[in-house]
């Protein structure tokens, strides 16, 4: 079974420029995950989708960042315009429902790095 | 809203030695999960472990068990045997019971080494 995959695997933009990245969850999940993982801390959820509603936006930095599920299958995350602090790790993750204590299965990351 | 601490940023243990990481969190709910996840330097997030926190037994998975005290907030993780493959970053983390609410709440982490 395929793992989540996310693209691109590393980035390195100027502040105030774009990006988006992408995820790709295993195949039958409902629930997908995008959390932002700041070196030396643990991820923190960004927002949390069941198939193509958000469930969950409150940490999102809605005046910069934005995502979108359209089809309930993959998903991209954009930030517009980039800042310094948004340096991280922003990993995937997804589960078979949106239920607490269902496993979530995480991508490899996507590594960000604003100058 | 929920806390997970882990006040131990960095372990080490020798080869086939155990060792205990600490996790403590904080939440008003009564009903919830926690989890112990590994994320080896390649960065992919894998589950170690889970515990339902109305489940009065310990969680147990192969050489992986923990100690959870409801009571005290404490979810402690023991490694038994420990092999030079659990060389990784270990993160705590809480989860509600709620039918759609299930975002991780995750600790700093602790850094394990496994030295020969």
């Known amino acids: 079974e395929a793992g989540v995959a996310q693209s691109p695997r590393y980035k390195i933009i100027e502040k105030r420029q774009s990006v988006a990245f992408w995820c790709n969850p295993i195949?039958?999940?409902?629930?997908l995950y995008w959390y932002q993982q700041i070196l030396g801390q643990g991820p923190k959820l960004l927002i949390q989708f069941q198939n193509n509603g958000v469930v969950d936006d409150s940490q999102l930095p809605k005046d910069r960042f934005s995502a979108e599920r359209l089809k309930g299958v993959d998903s991209t995350l954009k930030i517009q315009p980039a800042k310094l602090e948004d340096s991280a790790v922003y990993l995937c993750?997804?589960?078979?429902?949106?239920?607490?204590?269902?496993?979530?299965?995480f991508g490899p990351g996507t590594r960000l790095l604003v100058l | 809203a929920q806390t997970v601490t882990q006040s131990q940023p960095e372990m080490s243990v020798q080869e086939a030695e155990t060792v205990t990481l600490s996790c403590t969190y904080d939440t008003s709910e009564s009903d919830y999960y926690l989890f112990w996840y590994k994320q080896p330097p390649s960065r992919q997030m894998i589950l170690v472990i889970r515990q339902e926190a109305y489940k009065q037994q310990n969680a147990t998975e192969n050489r992986f068990s923990v100690n959870f005290q409801k009571a005290a907030k404490s979810f402690s993780l023991k490694i038994s045997d420990s092999q030079l493959g659990d060389a990784a970053m270990y993160f705590c983390a809480y989860s509600p019971s709620q039918s759609t609410a299930s975002k991780l709440t995750f600790g700093t982490g602790t850094r394990l080494q496994v030295t020969l």
């Open positions: 993750a997804s589960s078979l429902d949106p239920r607490g204590g269902e496993t979530q299965y």
């Open positions: 195949s039958g999940h409902a629930t």
